[in-house]
């Protein structure tokens, strides 16, 4: 497909437990970011990969929340000791360089009980 | 933490009548950008102002950009019932690695 790519599409996990939130960018796009978008809010910044580093991990809530990008293309968000407060919508977007428009998938919607 | 709020946070209109959403945010930005999510899920981009630029059309669509004041606005002419959906407002601020969301209003076409 030419969109992003997220999987699983809904995750219902329980407290404590951990889970891997999969994002597919774009073909040939360099920059990508994960935000959380909890219930009538918007979304809120994550963390912002160039190329496999990590440039920016200023918003992740605390040291439960990890993600990588190993090989420049696909990103894991991993959760740790999920708590309830960890349900929200995780939104993936990429762009072709950063700065440039930001092209969102349709989300993981995660549910902690 | 989120830029900007926007007003009205719903509004609901009749199908052909025009649809005015406001944004407003609180630091110096290099651009302004317009999204479209509907049912709480992926984000479509729409249209981006410049900081140096008033006024932007594309299609339905016109935005206008207000620095002085630290305002945008998004209407929407001739509305169709396909328009429902949560609309949100992004800043891109200089030296910042991601975008800020406004809280987004959900407005509500009615055919």
């Known amino acids: 497909g030419a969109g992003v790519s997220q999987t699983p599409s809904n995750k219902v996990t329980e407290k404590g437990k951990y889970v891997e939130l999969r994002c597919d960018p774009i073909?040939?796009?360099?920059?990508l970011y994960w935000y959380r978008q909890s219930l009538g809010q918007g979304p809120e910044f994550l963390i912002y990969f160039q190329g496999t580093g990590a440039a920016d991990d200023s918003g992740l809530p605390n040291d439960r929340f990890f993600a990588v990008r190993p090989e420049g293309s696909v990103s894991t968000l991993k959760i740790q000791r999920t708590e309830r407060g960890d349900s929200a919508v995780y939104l993936c977007?990429?762009?072709?360089?950063?700065?440039?428009?930001?092209?969102f998938g349709a989300g993981t919607r995660l549910s902690v009980l | 933490s989120q830029q900007g709020e926007e007003d009205p946070q719903a509004l609901s209109i009749q199908e052909g009548e025009n649809a005015t959403m406001n944004c407003s945010y609180k630091t110096s930005i290099n651009n302004l950008q317009w999204y479209r999510q509907n049912s709480g899920r992926g984000l479509v981009h729409l249209i981006l102002?410049?900081?140096?630029?008033r006024e932007k059309h594309s299609g339905r669509l016109r935005v206008t950009l207000d620095t002085s004041k630290k305002s945008s606005s998004l209407l929407i002419t001739a509305s169709r019932a396909a328009d429902t959906a949560s609309y949100f407002c992004a800043t891109d601020e200089d030296g910042a690695n991601n975008l800020f969301f406004g809280t987004g209003t959900r407005l509500t076409v009615i055919p």
């Open positions: 102002i410049r900081s140096n630029e």
């Open positions: 073909s040939g796009h360099t920059a």
């Open positions: 977007a990429s762009s072709f360089q950063h700065k440039n428009i930001q092209y």
